[in-house]
């Protein structure tokens, strides 16, 4: 808990001290950016072992319960909402966009770099960790997909 405030302390400066330096934007980009990767990183690397039971369209009382793991998980709460608005087909890249194109780039799959959101059978596939992955393949800041069954840790 005290890391966090100095945190937030530390965000706070930056805000009251960009309009006299605008430079500081970048910094506070390089802070949220490591934010992100700290908690990537914390996540288990998980293996999906039945995409064909991808829920593309999640209601949102589903939507809300990989909500709350995503902030249980310690998902910084810059990108929760953007993450949870790309778990639905709507609003993913080209590559993922139709149940067509999903079967078509079904082989690709395997190429994820997912990770597991705690106890739920849902991951998370981030940008920062899959720029092997064509542009139509992901989503800035990551894509969350979740799955009726499948989901395993690695």
Known sequence: APQKRDIQLLK???RAIRSVNPNLQNL?????YNEILEWVNSLQPARVTRWGGMIS???AVLQAVIK???VESGCPASIVNELI???HERNWPQGLATLETRQMNRRYYENYVAKRIPGKQAVVVMA??????GED???????VMIFAHGVEEI
């Open 137 to 143: 393949m992901v989503l800035e800041p990551g894509l």
């Open 68 to 70: 709350r793991s995503l």
């Open 28 to 32: 506070e980009e390089t802070i949220e």
């Open 128 to 133: 920062c960790e899959n720029q092997h992955m």
């Open 85 to 87: 608005e790309n778990a």
């Open 12 to 14: 706070a400066y930056m």
């Open 57 to 59: 369209t999640p209601d």
